[in-house]
């Protein structure tokens, strides 16, 4: 029960709506423990009829739209916003607020037509509905194939009509006469007693119902509905038999349309205003960390994202770095109306038909025909079967490297090879002997950016030329280290060969000395 003071078309300015509930006892008490039943008065049962009764309990949601004054920059400013309260009619069950930036009550009412028709009291507007003026129509409609059918029954099961003993001597023939085709059928005279005059011959029961009168009767109770419902007579023998031009048949849609545009403009306000109410609370719904949901792409198929992820990700389908965040910037709604999902499959059918039968006729060469016939294939969606015959037409073709760029992909493996070769010389030349913290790590830098070097090579060079002048860049930046860190492990090799020879030579000397001094004589 929506707010009956509301101005816009949509209603979308509703302050409040009702929506009933009727439950059981045992249910309200199992929802809400504590809550009191309060029973209707006799006048309000009486008014209420089959409305309500003793084992109901009636809940309502109370939908409002609350409002706040605030003063800012010098002015009053009022802010609106929804919540919903559950009630008994007794005492407040529940209070239920919407997010901070709704303000439509999130119910979408799509109206009929409206009419202001004065009952004696003033005008009063009144909500019809498509079926609302067609029903006297079809009550009509009702009654004369009930008259009809009653007729129809009244037709007699026996056709023949005679006096008594008329029918004893052949009364085989008699009794099969409407099963059974036969060249004669006789009758045994029977004489009137009163007159001495013989009877006359059994006569067949002429009664023919009248259906043809009906069935223009019925023909104007189904146009009378038409009429009311804003649309078309029944599809006529040669619109069945395609008789009619597409453009005559297009007219006659359009004119169904303009017969009940209320219906459809109607409709989409309501789109319209449910766009608004779910634009309201999206920020609320969506707006979680990391949130993961389907996004459907143009071609019908679907791909995971994740929403307001705090740094841009890597999307593994595209390979390009996304972020989406939901909340931000202000937004608005647009409704467009088109043809039912149905009539699109049957536009898509009727023009890979054609398409299919004029294939050949087209002149293109024989791969891209092929390419054409599988794609048309794939829009009939035959399901895996369909797939697998479009790909024994026209398999998917391989993306393959041209040959300047394969061999330069082999080049730049051959100086990764080499220069972990270099990498491995280096590590047999100093195995045994005791290297610095220094040299462990560039060992091991150098490992990192050979790794690097190839990830880079295979996938951030975009032309031969590029690539071909990164792998040199690259080979000679870590040639060059590697030869650095090789004559800078050798020199710390040498100074601890130099340091070794020294402490021995002191060792000798100090052994030398101590030979040399004379022994102490005894007293």
Not at 49 to 57: A, E, H, Q, Y
């Amino acid at each position: 029960m929506y707010d009956p003071d509301c101005k816009d078309a949509d209603w979308g300015d509703a302050q409040f709506c009702f929506v009933l509930n009727p439950i059981t006892r045992a249910e309200f008490k199992l929802q809400y423990p504590k809550a009191r039943i309060q029973d209707f008065s006799s006048e309000d049962m009486r008014v209420a009829g089959p409305w309500l009764s003793d084992r109901m309990v009636l809940v309502a949601e109370y939908w409002r739209a609350e409002t706040t004054e605030q003063k800012k920059f010098g002015r009053t400013i009022t802010t609106r916003r929804i919540v919903q309260y559950i009630t008994n009619g007794v005492e407040i069950l529940a209070r239920n607020p919407e997010p901070e930036d709704a303000v439509i009550i999130p119910i979408i009412p799509v109206i009929g037509k409206e009419l202001y028709l004065d009952s004696g009291s003033g005008p009063e507007r009144q909500l019809m509905s498509l079926i609302r003026l067609a029903r006297d129509p079809q009550m009509a409609l009702a009654y004369l194939c009930s008259q009809e059918m009653e007729e129809a029954g009244l037709t007699p099961k026996t056709p023949w009509l005679g006096y008594v003993g008329q029918f004893e001597t052949d009364a085989d023939a008699w009794e099969n006469s409407t099963k059974v085709s036969t060249a004669m059928l006789q009758a045994d005279p029977v004489v009137d007693k009163a007159t001495g005059q013989v009877l006359p011959l059994p006569t067949r029961v002429q009664f023919a119902p009248n259906f043809q009168q009906y069935e223009i009767a019925k023909d104007a109770c189904r146009r009378a509905i038409q009429a009311a419902m804003g649309t078309n007579s029944l599809p006529t023998a040669a619109q069945r038999n395609n008789e009619k031009s597409g453009v005559a048949l297009d007219r006659i849609e359009k004119a169904q349309d303009i017969g009940s545009f209320h219906f459809l403009d109607n409709f989409s306000r309501a789109l319209m205003l449910l766009g608004r109410a779910m634009l309201e609370r999206f920020k609320a719904v969506y707006g979680q960390e990391n949130r993961e949901m389907m996004l459907l792409k143009a071609d019908e198929k679907y791909r995971a994202v994740r929403l307001n992820t705090p740094e841009p990700y890597l999307d593994e389908s595209t390979g390009d770095l996304v972020q989406y965040t939901v909340g931000q910037g202000s937004h608005s709604v647009t409704i467009s109306t088109g043809p039912s999902a149905q009539s699109e499959r049957e536009v898509v059918d009727e023009f890979v038909d054609g398409l299919i039968q004029n294939l050949k006729n087209l002149p293109i060469p024989q791969p891209i025909m092929a390419k054409i016939l599988s794609i048309a294939i794939q829009m009939k969606n035959l399901g895996p079967k369909g797939d697998q015959l479009a790909e024994l037409i026209s398999p998917q073709e391989k993306k393959e490297l041209p040959p300047e760029a394969q061999a330069a992909i082999g080049q730049a493996q051959q100086m990764l090879q080499a220069m972990q070769q270099e990498i491995q010389k280096l590590q047999a030349e100093k195995q045994g002997r005791v290297v610095d913290n220094e040299y462990k790590l560039q060992l091991e830098q150098m490992k990192i950016e050979a790794d690097l070097a190839k990830a880079e090579i295979m996938t951030k060079a975009q032309s031969l030329e590029e690539r071909m002048k990164f792998v040199e860049d690259a080979w000679a930046q870590l040639h060059g280290q590697a030869h650095e860190a090789g004559l800078q492990a050798q020199d710390q090799a040498h100074a601890q060969q130099q340091q070794q020879a020294a402490a021995e030579q002191q060792q000798a000397a100090a052994a030398q000395e101590q030979q040399q001094q004379p022994e102490p004589q005894a007293a």
